[in-house]
């Protein structure tokens, strides 16, 4: 299968929901851009898209860490894609890390300050924190 195949079978199978098939596709895809045939023909987009979407996946059965780790090698192949930022933020917020999760959300918002998810959660995570340092926590 050629690399556009595996990439839109890959967005085909998350679009409909099928994410274990959809998992495999990301990771087919990413194995043969980072290591296998397509070494270095792939773009750094499909790359970072491919990361992030795979992260979702992880995210949705509740595997944080390997979420994370996706979500931060969407960023190291695209500085400027602020979705992986607002989800590696959410993460960090669930598991109360609220500061990453902070830095996370106003890089996402730095770079689209239209990003209404983003912006709620940024508030949100202020207010949870301050929360959390009036309990002495």
Known sequence: MERGAVLREAEFQF???????????YSQF???C?????????????????YNNRGQIKYLRVDFC????????AIQHKEDFEVPYY??????Y????????LEDFKKSLA??????????SL????IDKKEKESRGY
């Open 123 to 126: 508030e949100q995570t202020l």
């Open 30 to 32: 990413i194995h043969n």
């Open 34 to 50: 980072t290591e296998g045939r397509w070494r270095n023909k792939c773009c750094a987009k499909d790359l970072a898209n491919a």
């Open 15 to 25: 679009q409909n929901q099928n994410f274990g098939p959809a998992e495999e596709f």
């Open 66 to 73: 390997e979420a994370m780790d996706d979500y931060t090698l």
């Open 111 to 120: 770079l689209n300050p239209n990003f209404k998810d983003a912006r709620l």
């Open 87 to 92: 989800n590696r933020g959410l993460i960090r």
């Open 94 to 101: 669930r598991l109360g890390f609220f500061d990453q999760a």
